[in-house]
DNA sequence: CTTGCCGGGGT
DNA sequence: ACCCCGGCAAG
């Protein structure tokens, strides 16, 4: 049990967690499968190409594609560890910035606690094999993993857990780094994203089973997850259709933490998890300078403008630098579409730590959700719904025929609402009529969804069953012949024998 | 107060 | 699945 704890202890520390594997391509381009396909390495990307241990840029500012020439110079992406040398002595830090401009980067020393400017010849990447993976770890998934062709597909850190491979150390370097990273990009306080790393439950498509099943457990804790939850796109169960890579991986992975999946870890349990947190949303950073309001999808890109364009070019002080953080702001630009063809630029890879507020924005989609057949409302549909009427069917000796009727998504939503009645005051129409609904066969049509989903909870509103006039087995039989009762009534359940 | 029964717990 | 019961709401 020990040995399976720090086994697990090492796995929950995913900040590292890869979730794929870099690989070569042909032509040498250091890239990790999906993104290596992307056309669209979205301005500002900052995937290298790595050449002879050190990042060549591919792309770089507001224009860079893979179609555009390379530059001969090398490209650092932030959160890259490098080793430069500090007063004699070898260092390694995180690369917090490269400015291709003065050729210069900006990096973290760790073990000095610095931050430092070195020229670009003075700093030799280190440990290319693990910077790389993960700078491309951290944009997977924060962004989706999409291979081109593939459906719209949102990655949930929950899932991938790959083996570590590092230690604990790296693992506190990595968290630094990314805490450093996403700190000096923008000025917007955001919290760290811890929360989102805890491992994944089971494998993939069981989260959302799981999910259902929590809320119908009915802790009140949970009341608000299926809302969570059941965002329209945000939280699409795992799907595999990135590359094979990538899918195995997964799979392998989440097989393996299946074993402290089931271990009562407060994080598991207490933690609804963020499963949502979708793609819908793009980053794009606009420039603040008076008269400018350049849109920019780049930080490094939009720093540099406000440094070039407004600060002067020759900042070089690191008050100077830090000052071009005051000058963009972060614009998350909605998507219809979850299905984004192209991938975020990497360069936004630090961006979802930013917009996870963002994405807990009031959720409409549930409005839509059960009313679109779509895959993923089935899926939910599937889940949730099934351990509602598992509810119902637990007092099965109330033979409501209700319980045969075909159960649309929706309802369960009122269900984990009832676990928080205060949350909706007045009782909707809608309410009642399910209630009617259940209680005298329906003698209508099925409900309409998206208004019993707004519907409030059930809780204190007469969703208890009225006081039917007849007889009861209680009345009929007494006390005494509580042994003639029907089961039911012996249950202190709604009477089956004398049915309203 | 009594009664009906929901929701939930125990086995 | 079966059984029991706390507690709520209607009467």
């Known amino acids: 049990m020990a040995s399976m704890l720090s086994k697990r202890l090492g796995k929950r520390s995913l900040l590292g967690a890869r979730v794929c594997t870099p690989s070569l391509t042909p032509d040498g381009m250091l890239v990790e499968g999906p993104f290596a396909t992307q056309a669209d390495l979205s301005a500002g990307s900052n995937l290298g190409v790595y050449e002879g241990g050190c990042y060549k840029e591919c792309a770089e500012g507001n224009a860079g594609t893979f179609a555009n020439p390379p530059t001969s110079r090398f490209k650092l992406y932030p959160g890259q560890r490098v080793c430069i040398t500090h007063n004699g002595k070898e260092c390694i830090g995180l690369v917090e910035q490269h400015n291709h401009v003065d050729d210069e980067v900006k990096l973290f020393v760790l073990e000095l606690g610095l931050h430092l400017c070195r020229k670009m010849e003075d700093v030799r990447l280190a440990e290319a094999q693990k910077a790389v993976p993960y700078t491309v770890e951290q944009t997977l998934s924060m962004n989706h993993g999409v291979a081109p062709s593939a459906a719209p597909r949102s990655v949930s850190r929950n899932i991938d857990v790959p083996k570590r491979r590092s230690d604990a150390v790296d693992m506190d370097e990595m968290m630094a780094a990314m805490v450093l990273t996403s700190l000096s990009c923008s000025p917007i306080v955001q919290s760290p994203p811890c929360s989102d790393s805890i491992p994944a439950p089971q494998v993939t498509c069981d989260l959302w089973k799981e999910s259902g099943d929590v809320s119908d457990s009915g802790s009140s804790t949970t009341s608000g997850h299926w809302s969570a939850g059941s965002g329209v796109s945000t939280p699409s169960p795992p799907h595999t259709e990135a590359s094979p890579k990538y899918t195995s991986e997964v799979f392998s992975t989440s097989h393996v933490d299946e074993g402290f999946e089931t271990d009562p870890d407060p994080f598991l349990l207490d933690e609804p998890a963020p499963r949502k947190r979708k793609n819908s949303v793009k980053v794009m950073y606009k420039c603040l300078w008076p008269n400018c309001g350049k849109f920019l999808r780049s930080i490094v890109g939009i720093k540099r403008h406000v440094k070039i364009q407004h600060l002067g070019d020759g900042a ?25 063809p192209t991938p975020k630029s990497p360069s936004t890879a630090t961006a979802p730590l930013l917009i996870q507020p963002v994405l807990h924005m009031p ?94 909870p059930r809780a204190s509103n007469g969703n208890r069953k009225v006081r039917g006039e007849a007889k009861k087995c209680r009345k009929v039989y007494g006390i005494e012949h509580r042994d003639q009762w029907c089961t039911a009534c012996r249950w202190k359940k709604a009477c089956q024998r004398f049915l309203d």
């Not at 830090?322 to 998507?335: A, G, L, M, N």
């Not at 209630?435 to 989903?453: C, D, G, N, R, W």
Request: aromatic content about 8%.
């Open 316 to 340: 070089d002080s690191d008050q100077r630098k830090r000052e071009e953080d005051f000058y963009y702001t972060e614009v998350q630009i909605k998507e219809e579409v979850e299905a984004e």
């Open 363 to 456: 959720q409409t989609p549930p409005l839509e959700m059960p009313l679109t057949e779509s895959p993923l409302s089935s899926a939910l549909s599937q889940s949730a719904p099934g351990s509602f009427w598992h509810i119902q069917a637990d007092h099965a000796y109330q033979a409501l025929p209700s319980i045969q009727i075909p159960v649309s998504p929706h309802i369960f939503t009122s269900i984990s609402w009832a676990a928080a009645p205060s949350t909706i005051p007045a009782l909707s129409p809608i309410r009642s009529r399910s209630l009617s609904f259940s209680e005298q066969q329906a003698q209508t049509q099925p409900i309409k969804s998206h208004l019993i989903v707004a519907s409030p």
